[in-house]
């Protein structure tokens, strides 16, 4: 696979120069658009929700090789590395929105947090109905004439998230639970800046929520602490930039602000059981 200096970072402008900064292409159109670059891993700073109609391909989502087939669905969170792996026999199409897209009103920025389907990447299959919300939702955007548009466009995704939720809670509960949202906070917390210098506490006055509350539902709901978590995301962030990026150890060491390569070498071994150079052979 191909490496960079560093691992890109795709911003919605630079992909798709729109005011919405939302739109629906073809795999067959993104496959000609990207080219080589198809199958490099990157970051998108917004969203995906890959539909698949017909054949089979992978997508790579971090280090998850995951298996598309037709009538599958893939939400992908932003920010995190990503690439289709093999799209050759892919037939369907992308949805692509941002957070700006989707929060011009504030009740939906609640909403787009309320939601687990982008925290951990999974393929959901394809009911009827959540066919026939895809293609409305592809009609809409294809018919952009509508002075309703914007908002037509919006309430689909609602409804779509929506559905993909309770198809992937088959409990029907639409919501996450109050535990899970103060993770999606924390977890919110962690992705603007992960380096080796963020605390927990910083984190509880991000969020303003109490290190001993905190600590007690992550242990509660996902049997880890906070600082465990962060530990996890920190070593996450390092193994992307050795495995997808060709900068060196020393590099990733002052990007994420450790205070020299030999003290993240030691803090990588002690979480994976490899030194930095070790992982980055074991992926090639």
């Known amino acids: 696979m191909v490496q960079t200096n560093n691992i890109p970072t795709i911003k919605f402008r630079d992909y798709d120069d729109n005011t919405y900064e939302f739109n629906i292409w073809s795999i067959k159109e993104i496959r000609k658009r990207a080219g080589k ?11 995906k929700i ?16 995951i298996q598309l087939k037709a009538q599958t669905i893939l939400p992908i969170d932003s920010n995190i590395v990503q690439c289709f792996m ?12 941002s957070r700006n897209f989707f929060i011009k009103e504030r009740e939906n920025y609640k909403y787009l947090f309320s939601f687990n389907i982008f925290f951990k990447p999974s393929v959901i299959n394809c009911t009827p109905e959540l066919a026939i919300i895809l ?3 592809k009609t809409t955007y294809d018919n952009k004439s509508s002075n309703e548009y914007y908002e037509q466009i919006i309430n689909y995704l ?10 992937r809670r088959p409990q029907h509960c639409y919501y996450l639970e109050s535990s899970e949202q103060i993770y999606c906070k924390f977890k919110k917390a962690l992705e603007k800046n992960i380096t080796y210098r963020i605390r ?27 600082k465990e978590l962060l530990d996890e995301r920190l070593v996450l962030e390092i193994k992307r930039l050795l495995a997808f990026s060709n900068l060196s150890a020393k ?3 002052f ?5 020299e390569a030999a003290n993240m070498s030691n803090y990588f071994k002690r979480h994976t059981q490899y030194t930095p150079l070790q992982f980055r052979n074991k992926k090639e």
């Open 37 to 47: 670059w198809l199958s490099i891993p990157k970051r998108f700073d917004f969203y």
């Open 251 to 253: 590099e990733i060491a």
């Open 50 to 65: 890959v539909y698949v109609t017909h054949g089979n391909g992978w997508h790579k989502v971090d280090f998850h090789n």
């Open 200 to 226: 927990v506490k910083d984190i509880c006055r991000d969020i303003k929520v109490d290190a001993k509350r905190l600590n007690s539902t992550l242990k509660n709901t996902f049997g880890k602490s906070a």
């Open 255 to 259: 990007k994420l602000k450790f205070d």
């Open 158 to 167: 609602r409804v779509l998230l929506l559905e993909l939720e309770i198809k």
């Open 135 to 137: 293609n409305q939702l």
């Open 86 to 97: 093999d799209a050759t026999e892919l037939e369907g199409f992308v949805i692509h929105f």
